[in-house]
């Protein structure tokens, strides 16, 4: 597992120009706050303080809705300013973006909160619609690490129990960017991702707590009606590249939407967003926006 400087750091190096990523492609021009027309808003969708989102909107008429979702292994010690840095540059090229926060393991989050918060995070943008004329019809969600598996979870909402947490979404998204998920969660638990980090979020492990692990795990709820592109680096040492390969191979073989390109660099290359595996999730966009995977 990282340490917080570590991985607080390379969430930070997108934002600085001219720095670099672990294993980094080729880079393009970062952008800074500056270019997103507007400060990010807070705005809650809660009475807890973990539950509010940033948005930012860009300069113009937003080209769509993405849902920023940050990793950290589900852990509190780790929080949204992972995800300010890609949200600064996708309101930069167009987007208006909602970054997440959530209550997290330490923070009153976890089992099953930290799934009622991401769904109720993500409803919340039906209120902004009406008050901001935001289009989220066509609704994207990018998630980092654990933010993954949140993301591709959040996808399969409508497919969930009527008592499951979560269930009968008021916003669907359109599709997803998985960035190095844990996607399926039950496999990370017996095999040691992150230290006891999947058991710690659900709150045992897959054999103690079944039902649990069929309501949070990406894997078990294939095929989503909305594509998935999982983007992961063989070389990353904190969720296997395994992770999304089994999961894109599961949702095929159930007749779902789902890719998986091979970035360069580690765990935390695509959440730099001066490198390529960075600009790979934020020109997926258009297509899944659309409700296909890119070409």
């Known amino acids: 597992m990282p340490t917080r400087r570590a991985f607080l750091g390379a969430a930070a190096l997108g934002a600085l120009a001219g720095c670099t990523g672990s294993g980094a492609g080729t880079r393009h021009t970062p952008s800074t706050g500056q270019d997103a027309g507007v400060t990010p808003k807070r705005i809650a969708y809660g009475d807890d303080p973990s539950q509010f989102g940033e ?66 995070g993500i409803d919340r943008l039906g209120d902004l619609d009406l008050d901001l004329d935001l289009d989220t019809a066509a609704v994207v969600a990018v998630g980092h690490s654990a933010g993954g598996q949140l993301a591709v979870w959040a996808a399969g909402r409508a497919g969930l129990r009527a008592d499951d947490p979560g269930a009968r979404p008021a916003v669907t998204l359109a599709g997803v960017v998985s960035q190095a998920g844990v996607l399926d969660l039950a496999t990370a638990a017996r095999t040691g991702v ?64 789902a890719a998986l390109r091979t970035t360069e660099g580690d765990h935390f290359t695509l959440i730099d967003t001066a490198t390529t595996a960075w600009a790979a999730a934020r020109d997926a966009l258009p297509a899944l926006a659309a409700g296909r995977l890119p070409a």
């Open 55 to 120: 948005l930012t909107l860009p300069g113009g008429a937003p080209r769509g809705v993405v849902v920023v979702i940050h990793g950290g292994f589900w852990r509190a010690q780790y929080d949204l300013s992972l995800g300010r840095p890609l949200a600064t540059d996708l309101a930069a090229h167009g987007w208006a973006t909602w970054n997440l926060e959530y209550r997290r393991v330490g923070d009153g989050g976890g089992w099953p909160t930290t799934l009622r918060d991401v769904a109720a």
């Open 194 to 257: 992150g230290d006891g980090a999947p058991q710690q979020f659900v709150g045992g492990e897959p054999t103690a707590v079944p039902e649990r692990y069929r309501v949070a795990d990406p894997i078990t709820q294939v095929p989503l009606a909305a594509p998935v592109l999982c983007l992961h680096a063989k070389a990353d040492a904190n969720v296997p590249y395994a992770q999304s390969r089994a999961y894109v191979a599961a949702a095929r073989d159930a007749g779902g939407h």
